[in-house]
Protein backbone atom coordinates (compact mmCIF):
# COMPACT_ATOMS: atom_id res chain seq x y z
CA UNK A 1 0.00 0.00 0.00
CA UNK A 2 0.94 3.41 -0.23
CA UNK A 3 3.71 4.78 2.30
CA UNK A 4 3.06 8.34 4.24
CA UNK A 5 6.64 9.19 6.25
CA UNK A 6 6.15 12.34 7.86
CA UNK A 7 9.46 14.73 9.53
CA UNK A 8 10.75 15.48 12.17
CA UNK A 9 8.96 12.99 14.61
CA UNK A 10 9.28 15.17 16.95
CA UNK A 11 9.91 19.39 17.21
CA UNK A 12 10.41 21.44 20.24
CA UNK A 13 9.66 25.54 19.49
CA UNK A 14 9.94 28.40 21.43
CA UNK A 15 6.72 30.76 21.26
CA UNK A 16 6.97 33.03 18.37
CA UNK A 17 9.21 30.52 15.71
CA UNK A 18 8.60 29.19 12.48
CA UNK A 19 8.32 25.15 11.98
CA UNK A 20 8.01 23.42 8.57
CA UNK A 21 6.53 19.35 8.98
CA UNK A 22 6.68 17.67 5.92
CA UNK A 23 4.91 14.86 4.71
CA UNK A 24 6.58 12.20 1.57
CA UNK A 25 4.24 9.69 0.27
CA UNK A 26 5.15 7.00 -2.20
CA UNK A 27 2.50 7.33 -5.04
CA UNK A 28 0.41 9.09 -7.11
CA UNK A 29 -2.84 10.21 -5.06
CA UNK A 30 -6.12 12.79 -5.62
CA UNK A 31 -6.40 13.70 -1.35
CA UNK A 32 -3.68 14.92 0.68
CA UNK A 33 -5.29 16.54 3.83
CA UNK A 34 -3.26 18.18 7.26
CA UNK A 35 -4.81 17.44 10.55
CA UNK A 36 -3.87 18.77 13.99
CA UNK A 37 -4.51 16.83 17.13
CA UNK A 38 -4.79 19.17 20.31
CA UNK A 39 -3.47 18.00 23.67
CA UNK A 40 -6.75 16.93 24.74
CA UNK A 41 -7.25 14.14 21.70
CA UNK A 42 -8.82 16.07 19.73
CA UNK A 43 -8.24 15.71 15.56
CA UNK A 44 -9.18 18.74 13.10
CA UNK A 45 -8.45 19.02 9.97
CA UNK A 46 -6.26 21.97 8.97
CA UNK A 47 -6.17 21.72 4.93
CA UNK A 48 -7.12 19.65 1.85
CA UNK A 49 -4.47 20.12 -0.64
CA UNK A 50 -3.39 17.48 -3.41
CA UNK A 51 -1.51 20.14 -5.12
CA UNK A 52 -1.15 24.18 -5.08
CA UNK A 53 -0.37 25.98 -1.89
CA UNK A 54 -3.21 27.36 0.68
CA UNK A 55 -3.27 29.72 3.66
CA UNK A 56 -5.17 29.89 6.66
CA UNK A 57 -3.92 32.61 8.66
CA UNK A 58 -0.88 31.61 10.20
CA UNK A 59 -0.82 28.17 9.12
CA UNK A 60 -0.07 27.54 4.91
CA UNK A 61 0.45 24.40 3.20
CA UNK A 62 2.44 23.68 0.05
CA UNK A 63 1.77 19.78 -1.67
CA UNK A 64 4.41 19.06 -4.82
CA UNK A 65 2.46 16.16 -6.30
CA UNK A 66 4.98 15.41 -9.17
CA UNK A 67 7.42 15.36 -6.22
CA UNK A 68 5.20 13.47 -3.88
CA UNK A 69 5.63 15.58 -0.94
CA UNK A 70 3.79 18.33 1.20
CA UNK A 71 5.01 20.80 3.68
CA UNK A 72 2.84 22.17 6.39
CA UNK A 73 4.32 25.65 7.42
CA UNK A 74 3.78 27.46 10.79
CA UNK A 75 4.52 30.74 11.47
CA UNK A 76 4.54 32.86 14.76
CA UNK A 77 3.73 29.44 16.63
CA UNK A 78 1.68 29.93 20.27
CA UNK A 79 1.55 27.40 22.74
CA UNK A 80 -2.11 26.79 21.59
CA UNK A 81 -0.27 25.12 18.54
CA UNK A 82 0.88 22.28 20.36
CA UNK A 83 -0.08 18.88 19.50
CA UNK A 84 0.29 16.34 16.97
CA UNK A 85 -0.17 16.97 13.28
CA UNK A 86 -0.94 14.65 11.03
CA UNK A 87 -0.92 14.00 6.70
CA UNK A 88 -3.24 11.52 5.02
CA UNK A 89 -3.06 10.83 1.79
CA UNK A 90 -5.34 8.41 -0.88
CA UNK A 91 -4.40 6.59 -3.96
CA UNK A 92 -5.16 8.55 -7.49
CA UNK A 93 -6.54 5.29 -8.95
CA UNK A 94 -9.97 4.15 -7.00
CA UNK A 95 -12.34 5.08 -4.58
CA UNK A 96 -9.98 4.78 -1.27
CA UNK A 97 -9.81 5.94 1.99
CA UNK A 98 -7.27 8.28 3.75
CA UNK A 99 -3.87 6.71 4.80
CA UNK A 100 -2.39 8.78 7.63
CA UNK A 101 1.26 9.16 8.27
CA UNK A 102 2.52 8.65 11.91
CA UNK A 103 2.81 12.25 12.82
CA UNK A 104 4.68 15.46 14.24
CA UNK A 105 4.29 15.73 17.96
CA UNK A 106 4.93 19.91 18.06
CA UNK A 107 5.71 21.05 21.58
CA UNK A 108 5.94 24.87 21.78
CA UNK A 109 6.95 26.60 24.64
CA UNK A 110 6.86 29.87 26.50
CA UNK B 1 -24.26 19.66 19.51
CA UNK B 2 -21.27 18.03 18.10
CA UNK B 3 -21.83 16.93 14.45
CA UNK B 4 -19.93 13.28 15.17
CA UNK B 5 -20.29 11.36 18.83
CA UNK B 6 -18.89 8.82 20.40
CA UNK B 7 -20.27 6.35 23.16
CA UNK B 8 -19.02 5.81 25.62
CA UNK B 9 -16.17 7.99 26.01
CA UNK B 10 -13.46 5.71 28.48
CA UNK B 11 -14.47 2.19 29.08
CA UNK B 12 -12.09 -0.13 31.58
CA UNK B 13 -12.77 -4.02 30.50
CA UNK B 14 -12.01 -7.40 31.09
CA UNK B 15 -10.02 -9.46 28.82
CA UNK B 16 -12.33 -12.01 27.26
CA UNK B 17 -15.52 -9.55 27.40
CA UNK B 18 -17.57 -8.20 24.48
CA UNK B 19 -17.53 -4.63 23.87
CA UNK B 20 -19.10 -1.89 21.58
CA UNK B 21 -18.47 1.35 20.63
CA UNK B 22 -21.08 3.63 18.91
CA UNK B 23 -20.75 5.90 16.70
CA UNK B 24 -23.45 8.51 15.46
CA UNK B 25 -23.20 11.40 13.17
CA UNK B 26 -25.75 14.71 11.97
CA UNK B 27 -23.46 15.26 9.04
CA UNK B 28 -25.20 13.68 6.38
CA UNK B 29 -21.87 12.16 5.09
CA UNK B 30 -22.35 8.70 3.49
CA UNK B 31 -19.03 7.35 4.80
CA UNK B 32 -17.77 6.69 8.17
CA UNK B 33 -14.76 4.97 9.54
CA UNK B 34 -13.14 3.44 12.28
CA UNK B 35 -9.45 4.14 13.54
CA UNK B 36 -7.24 3.23 16.11
CA UNK B 37 -4.19 4.99 17.67
CA UNK B 38 -1.37 4.23 19.26
CA UNK B 39 1.36 6.11 20.58
CA UNK B 40 4.35 6.43 18.04
CA UNK B 41 1.97 4.55 15.26
CA UNK B 42 -0.39 7.57 13.81
CA UNK B 43 -4.07 6.46 12.93
CA UNK B 44 -4.33 2.86 11.54
CA UNK B 45 -8.15 2.16 9.93
CA UNK B 46 -10.12 -0.58 11.20
CA UNK B 47 -12.89 -0.88 9.18
CA UNK B 48 -14.51 1.72 7.00
CA UNK B 49 -18.27 1.81 5.18
CA UNK B 50 -19.13 4.28 1.90
CA UNK B 51 -22.60 4.00 1.92
CA UNK B 52 -25.20 1.49 4.41
CA UNK B 53 -24.77 -1.60 2.70
CA UNK B 54 -21.35 -1.18 1.89
CA UNK B 55 -18.61 -2.61 4.79
CA UNK B 56 -15.22 -2.66 3.89
CA UNK B 57 -11.83 -4.17 6.18
CA UNK B 58 -8.87 -1.70 7.23
CA UNK B 59 -5.19 -2.19 7.69
CA UNK B 60 -6.30 -3.65 11.30
CA UNK B 61 -9.48 -5.39 11.33
CA UNK B 62 -8.38 -8.75 12.83
CA UNK B 63 -10.47 -9.32 16.51
CA UNK B 64 -12.39 -6.46 15.35
CA UNK B 65 -16.46 -6.22 13.46
CA UNK B 66 -18.80 -3.83 12.77
CA UNK B 67 -22.14 -2.82 11.88
CA UNK B 68 -23.91 -0.35 9.79
CA UNK B 69 -26.88 0.69 11.16
CA UNK B 70 -28.21 3.63 9.22
CA UNK B 71 -26.45 6.30 7.27
CA UNK B 72 -25.74 8.09 10.72
CA UNK B 73 -24.72 4.87 13.01
CA UNK B 74 -21.29 3.13 12.40
CA UNK B 75 -20.85 0.73 15.24
CA UNK B 76 -17.44 -1.20 15.97
CA UNK B 77 -17.22 -4.29 18.29
CA UNK B 78 -14.83 -6.10 19.55
CA UNK B 79 -15.88 -9.74 19.72
CA UNK B 80 -13.76 -10.65 23.24
CA UNK B 81 -11.44 -8.02 24.03
CA UNK B 82 -7.52 -8.72 25.03
CA UNK B 83 -5.12 -6.43 26.38
CA UNK B 84 -3.37 -5.48 23.03
CA UNK B 85 -6.52 -3.75 21.97
CA UNK B 86 -5.89 -1.25 24.63
CA UNK B 87 -5.87 2.33 22.55
CA UNK B 88 -7.78 5.39 21.57
CA UNK B 89 -10.51 4.57 19.09
CA UNK B 90 -11.85 7.15 16.83
CA UNK B 91 -15.04 7.03 14.38
CA UNK B 92 -14.69 9.55 11.62
CA UNK B 93 -17.00 10.54 8.78
CA UNK B 94 -17.09 12.34 5.29
CA UNK B 95 -19.06 12.98 2.05
CA UNK B 96 -18.33 10.94 -1.23
CA UNK B 97 -16.49 13.58 -3.06
CA UNK B 98 -12.57 14.24 -4.10
CA UNK B 99 -12.43 17.20 -2.33
CA UNK B 100 -14.59 15.92 1.44
CA UNK B 101 -12.95 16.57 4.27
CA UNK B 102 -12.84 14.10 7.02
CA UNK B 103 -14.31 14.77 10.15
CA UNK B 104 -13.77 13.02 13.40
CA UNK B 105 -15.71 12.36 16.52
CA UNK B 106 -13.58 12.99 20.33
CA UNK B 107 -12.69 9.47 20.52
CA UNK B 108 -13.14 6.19 22.88
CA UNK B 109 -9.92 5.49 25.31
CA UNK B 110 -10.27 1.90 25.57
CA UNK B 111 -8.52 -0.14 28.54
CA UNK B 112 -8.80 -4.17 28.26
CA UNK B 113 -6.99 -5.51 32.00
Known amino acids: GIQVEQSPPDLILQEGANSTLRCNFSDSVNNLQWFHQNPWGQLINLFY???GTKQNGRLSATTVATERYSLLYISSSQTTDSGVYFCAVAYRSGNTPLVFGKGTRLSVIA | DADVTQTPRNRITKTGKRIMLECSQTKGHDRMYWYRQDPGLGLRLIYYSFDVKDINKGEISDGYSVSRQAQAKFSLSLESAIPNQTALYFCATSGTGLTDTQYFGPGTRLTVL
Open chain 1, 49 to 51: IPS
